[in-house]
């Protein structure tokens, strides 16, 4: 079955490393997505990517970058991780919805980051 | 920007009882997804909705699309304490983007 994955599932790391979070999809889908979810902020778009070397911000992408180097792996890198920062990480991808108008996206499990 | 309000924010009920979850905007989508999401998962796909007044059922789950795309409910009917999550609307538009609303907390009592 077509699936999507996120590791480290759990992280802890410190103030000004680098950190890279891994999302893979078996989807084959097109589009690919990165969120934060925070309480009281509900998922919030970090990056996102609709195919291969093809890389948009969103709305709280200060701090993070992606890169698209085929399509199944969509990384998210913290140049320098900061304590704003700690929060669930999730990776979502999605197909173009074509002439049907469905849009749907499909989430992993999320990774855990806390930033010490 | 927050393009999609849901209420109410948390919600505590019997098992037996009957609820409904609103989701509203003023912006149009050509389509609208319901998730639900359980704690330290992601959220899971239950429904999609595309036509303007499109009503759709899943078991005690009932999803209403408003006439004009810009809102949509969903009703549950007898709740059960599996019913127990985070209920999360969100609106995606032609372009690929989805937008989601801040999510309704729900906790069914046994």
């Known amino acids: 079955d077509a699936e999507i994955t996120q590791s480290p599932r759990h992280k802890i790391t410190e103030t000004g490393r680098q950190v890279t979070l891994a999302c893979h999809q078996t989807w084959n889908h097109n589009n690919m997505f990165w969120y934060r979810q925070d309480l009281g902020h509900g998922l919030r778009l970090i990056h996102y990517s609709y195919g291969v070397q093809d890389t948009n911000k969103g709305e709280v992408s200060d701090g993070y970058s992606v890169s698209r180097s085929n399509t199944e792996d969509l990384p998210l890198t913290l140049e320098s991780a900061a304590s704003s920062q700690t929060s669930v990480y999730f990776c979502?991808?999605?197909?173009?919805?074509?002439?049907?108008?469905?849009?749907?996206?499909?989430f992993g499990p999320g990774t855990r980051l806390t930033v010490l | 920007t927050q393009l999609l309000e849901q209420s109410p924010q948390f919600l505590s009920i019997q098992e037996g009882e009957n609820l409904t979850v609103y989701c509203n905007s003023s912006?149009?989508?050509?389509?609208l997804q319901w998730y639900r999401q359980e704690p330290g998962e992601g959220p899971v796909l239950l429904v999609t909705?595309?036509?303007?007044?499109e009503v759709k059922k899943l078991k005690r789950l009932t999803f209403q699309f408003g006439d004009a795309r810009k809102d949509s409910s969903l009703h549950i009917t007898a709740a059960q304490p599996g019913d127990t999550g985070l209920y999360l609307c969100a609106g995606a538009n032609t372009g690929n983007q989805f937008y989601f609303g801040t999510g309704t907390s729900l906790t069914v009592i046994p």
């Open positions: 979502a991808s999605s197909e173009s919805p074509g002439t049907s108008g469905r849009n749907e996206q499909f």
């Open positions: 912006s149009v989508f050509s389509s």
């Open positions: 909705v595309v036509t303007g007044g």
